[in-house]
Nanobody, 115 residues
Framework: QVQLVESGGGLVQAGGSLRLSCAAS????????MGWYRQAPGKQRELVAI??????SYDDSVKGRFTISRDNAKNTVYLQMNSLKPEDTAVYYC??????????WGQGTQVTVSS
């Protein structure tokens, strides 16, 4: 089994910063991808940022404000979120793809940005 444990969400004022962390544990051999999705109320889950085999992609709405990074030794992915906007309010989900095992989701962490 694989577990993803997220932390770092919370309430912040517009213009503020938060850092999300997601640690993967369990029967892990090789992680192909790690990233973050988010889902706002009444909207579909959308990709925020992802790193796949060293390549990084961001949604246009967060480019220049969010930075994804990964610590391979700790099987952990981070999302540094700066210049937060009220429209960034959502539940943020960690996502990983493990070679030979498939895709896994974290339980989600709430990020609320007040105006």
């Amino acid at each position: 089994q694989v577990q993803l444990v997220e932390s770092g969400g919370g309430l912040v004022q517009a213009g503020g910063s938060l850092r999300l962390s997601c640690a993967a544990s369990g029967n892990i051999f090789v992680i192909n991808a790690m990233g973050w999705y988010r889902q706002a109320p009444g909207k579909q889950r959308e990709l925020v940022a992802i790193t796949i085999d060293g390549r990084i992609s961001y949604d246009d709405s967060v480019k220049g404000r969010f930075t994804i990074s990964r610590d391979n030794a700790k099987n952990t992915v981070y999302l540094q979120m700066n210049s937060l906007k009220p429209e960034d309010t959502a539940v943020y989900y960690c996502y990983t793809v493990i070679v030979g095992r498939g895709a896994y989701w974290g339980q989600g962490t709430q990020v609320t940005v007040s105006s």
